[in-house]
């Protein structure tokens, strides 16, 4: 109870100067015994991704039990051997926050054995209550189209109640939704004026998405939670990827990644680049003027300082341009008010962020996990000097600039206690015009509004599972 108490006071003080953690990590536990039950010490435990050559190695203690920590969501492979067993393996999926206990009962060796390979059914997740989906890096290659810069179609084919409407994505009927990278969220107030995507789908090795009754570090006011598994380079031994699309419209959709790890350093670097004269995808039958393009890099670091200490980065910067559709039917009804219809309008949005992690073991039970974070967005629609019957021109700025952290640690063996606070500073400008063209001398334009706030979100939550 000693241990507790100055456990407890340790969180405690960290909340009062620290931020909020809505982490991408799980952890592993299990127990190996021999056939009649008993527990086996001393047997090599291996954990190895399936996408990747991340790994992580343990052995069992006296009782015969062994534990992960700080294990990225994904799937996995766990592999027990020992001299005296024939060797004894499993599967599993590690969502966020997820505890799963794993049993290997081992079987006396023989000098014959026999290797059956057999499918394992997929188990629900009993350590949640929340509906998760999670797809990887496998599950975009092969979906025709998932793999665009601007495609949701890796929501939208996998998720249920996920869809896309009027050029953006909704869930559960709302498009009020949050991005994590790397665990970290990235704030953005923009929402609803963006239509560029927050991450590149050739760049994310898992996608877990939460809808509905989320835990106590996510709240419950937003639609859905996309949380993101960056690609980090173990999966590659110095080697480049080009990817190239080409299709109907103008369309193609280009990418060259680099990416590399040793045991210690793991990175990922990838430039972008899309474009197609069918972006918006009005609802008409002809489409003029209405292009779209974009390009941009993305980055991602993870060095392995110590045994007890991990520093990981995610840095994103993209820019996109939109043309705004033109209804060429001289029949419509905007052209039958305005036959002279010449508008030309466009959206440019600009986005970049830069998260950083530090995570530090103090021990099996207890994980410490600190990310400051910046994120810049704008959302800036422009209409052409010529445009009838009116010229508008509106800008919306915003930076963010805050901390997460969190406490991770388990309670008298039985309970998995996480406390944490987030917070973060923002600033947003925004700019309004409106200039009317088609009444002469009688028009009365006003000039250009504008206005400025700074404002900041403080929040701190506790849960125990």
């Known amino acids: 109870m000693r241990k507790l108490a100055c456990y407890l006071c340790v969180c405690v003080l960290f909340i009062v100067g620290s931020a909020l953690h809505a982490t991408i990590f799980g952890k592993i536990q299990g127990i190996v015994h021999d056939p009649q039950h008993r527990p086996v010490g001393g047997a090599s435990v291996k954990l190895q991704a399936v996408t990747s050559d991340w790994s992580q190695t343990a052995q069992t203690g006296d009782n015969g039990e062994f534990l992960f920590t700080s294990v990225p969501f994904g799937d996995y492979r766990i592999a027990v051997t020992h001299s005296k067993f024939a060797t004894s393996e499993q599967t599993v999926t590690v969502t966020s926050n997820s505890s799963p206990v ?20 997929v188990v629900a997740n009993v350590d949640s209550v929340t509906p998760t989906t999670l797809i990887d890096r496998q599950d975009i290659a092969q979906t025709p189209g998932a793999g665009r810069t601007n495609s949701m179609a890796m929501i939208a084919d996998f998720v249920p109640g996920a869809y896309v409407t009027h050029d953006m994505l909704h869930m559960r009927g709302g498009h009020q939704v949050s991005w994590l990278i790397d665990g970290v969220p990235i704030p953005n107030t923009n929402i609803a004026a963006n239509l560029g995507p927050q991450i590149d789908p050739k760049d994310i090795d898992y996608l877990e998405v939460q809808r509905g009754s989320y835990d106590a570090g996510y709240g419950d006011r937003t639609y859905g939670i996309f949380n993101i598994v960056p690609r980090n380079g173990f999966e590659r031994d110095n080697e480049a990827e080009v990817v190239a699309s080409f299709g109907n419209w103008g369309q193609t959709n280009n990418q060259i990644n680099f990416g590399s790890h040793t045991k210690r350093f793991a990175y990922y670097v990838s430039l972008t680049g899309n474009r197609s004269d069918y972006g918006l995808q009005a609802p008409i039958g002809q489409v003029v003027h209405d292009a779209e393009s974009g ?112 406490v991770d640690t388990t309670v008298m063996k039985n309970n998995d206690l996480q406390l944490g606070t987030y917070g973060f500073v923002q600033h947003q400008s925004n700019s309004f015009n409106n200039t009317f063209t088609d009444c002469g001398t009688s028009c009365q334009n006003f000039g250009p509004s504008s206005g400025a706030v700074t404002g900041g979100l403080e929040e701190a939550f506790v849960s125990d599972r």
């Open 295 to 406: 390009y941009g890099g993305f980055a991602s670091l993870i060095f392995n300082a110590t045994s007890s200490d991990q520093f990981r980065l995610s840095a994103s910067l993209r820019q996109d341009y939109y043309q705004i559709p033109v209804d060429p039917d001289p029949n419509s009804a905007g052209n039958q008010i305005y036959p002279s219809y010449g508008l030309h309008d466009a959206e440019r949005e600009p986005d970049g962020y830069v998260a950083f992690s530090w995570v530090h073991t103090f021990n099996p039970q207890v994980l410490l996990t600190v990310s400051p974070f910046y994120h810049y967005n704008q959302a800036s629609y422009n209409s052409s000097p010529n445009d009838t019957p009116v010229i508008t021109n509106v800008n919306q700025t915003a930076n963010y600039a805050g901390v997460q952290a969190s």
């Open 102 to 121: 794993l049993h290997f009962p081992l079987a006396i060796a023989t000098l014959n054995q026999t290797a059956v390979v057999a499918g394992q059914a």
